[in-house]
């Protein structure tokens, strides 16, 4: 059935075999970097060829309970389409967010 499935992003950047794509890919983090495509919650997918930029961006993730604290974190930011819409991929390790940016960079110049 079709529930379980990734979703586009942006219905103007799809790819033909998504899960196909997903599972051959690898992990960081919470994310699948696939050939043609980033997978992050919940379910949706975004084609390289969608991306414009990349850059990583301080960032933090909220503590819940009493504390009210914040743990650093860094963000690998995407820019899409025309540059206007943004998705964030956030990352605890400064390492795997240097890791998914430069895996993203790589795709971006392999573009004909």
Do not use: W
């Amino acid at each position: 059935m079709g529930f379980f499935k990734d979703h586009p992003y942006d219905d103007r950047f799809t790819i033909e075999d998504p899960a196909r794509d997903k599972k051959a890919g690898f992990r960081i983090e919470q994310f699948r970097f696939g050939e043609l495509a980033v997978y992050f919650p919940p379910m949706q997918y975004l084609p390289y060829t969608a991306c414009t930029g990349v850059e990583i961006v301080p960032a933090s993730f909220h503590v819940t309970g009493g504390c009210g604290k914040s743990v650093p974190a860094y963000a690998v930011k995407l820019s899409v389409g025309d540059g206007e819409q943004f998705v964030s991929l956030k990352m605890e390790k400064k390492a795997n967010a240097e890791q998914a940016r430069d895996h993203i960079l790589g795709k971006l110049g392999t573009r004909s």
